[in-house]
């Protein structure tokens, strides 16, 4: 069982930034994918981007490349979503998710954290 917590939510100004962090409990597999999902009222969720453990395989949906940057920090076991130039259309529940190498599908996700942008 993996376990994944989200955390850095919150309001912000158009043009404005935030910080997501997801704390991932796998300590054990070798190799695995970690991915920022979000999903807005009335809409299905959409990828935002992926990154690879142990290497930095990166990539990112195309309406959020160049704003928005995913990194890791391997001490930490924690996955980190930079947002920057913030946009009305980034608000959304942000989840993190798990997926083995292979296996397209997510198996594990956190519990979301609500990013707002508004003025």
């Known amino acids: 069982q993996v376990e994944l917590v989200e955390s850095g939510g919150g309001l912000a100004q158009p043009g404005g930034s935030l910080r997501l962090s997801c704390a991932v409990s796998e300590r054990t597999f070798r190799n695995y994918y970690v991915g920022w999902f979000r999903q807005a009222p009335g809409k299905e969720r959409e990828f935002v981007a992926e990154?690879?453990?142990?290497?930095?395989?990166?990539r990112y949906a195309d309406s959020v490349r160049g704003r928005l940057a995913i990194s890791r920090d391997n001490v930490k076991n924690t996955v980190y979503l930079q947002m920057n130039s913030l946009k009305p259309e980034d608000t959304a529940v942000y989840y993190c998710?798990?997926?083995?190498?292979?296996?397209?599908?997510?198996?594990?996700w956190g519990q979301g954290t609500q990013v707002t942008v508004s003025s």
């Open positions: 998710g798990f997926r083995y190498p292979g296996i397209n599908n997510y198996a594990y």
């Open positions: 990154i690879s453990y142990p290497g930095m395989s990166r």
